[in-house]
């Protein structure tokens, strides 16, 4: 599985980076959220998982490879 994020619909909440810091992190200048690993080990799938969940804007996705 990948993850991935829409950074274009990303409300900058923090949600995803509070969720799980080892696959998200957020932009300095305007909050918007980065992704740090699309591939994340398994032992991150559920902290990735809820920051999808979380997400007010439904910025991010998993996506089967």
């Known amino acids: 599985m990948r993850v991935?994020?829409?950074e274009p619909k990303?409300?900058?909440s923090?949600?995803?980076v509070l969720a799980a810091p080892?696959?998200?992190d957020q932009r300095e200048e305007d909050g918007v959220a980065i992704l740090l690993d699309e591939?994340?080990?398994?032992?991150?799938?559920?902290?990735?998982?809820e920051a999808a969940a979380i997400c007010p804007a439904a910025?991010?996705?998993w996506v089967a490879t």
């Open 4 to 6: 991935e994020l829409d």
């Open 10 to 12: 990303c409300v900058a």
């Open 14 to 16: 923090g949600q995803c």
């Open 22 to 24: 080892e696959v998200f």
């Open 39 to 49: 591939t994340p080990a398994a032992e991150l799938h559920e902290q990735a998982r």
């Open 59 to 61: 910025a991010i996705r």
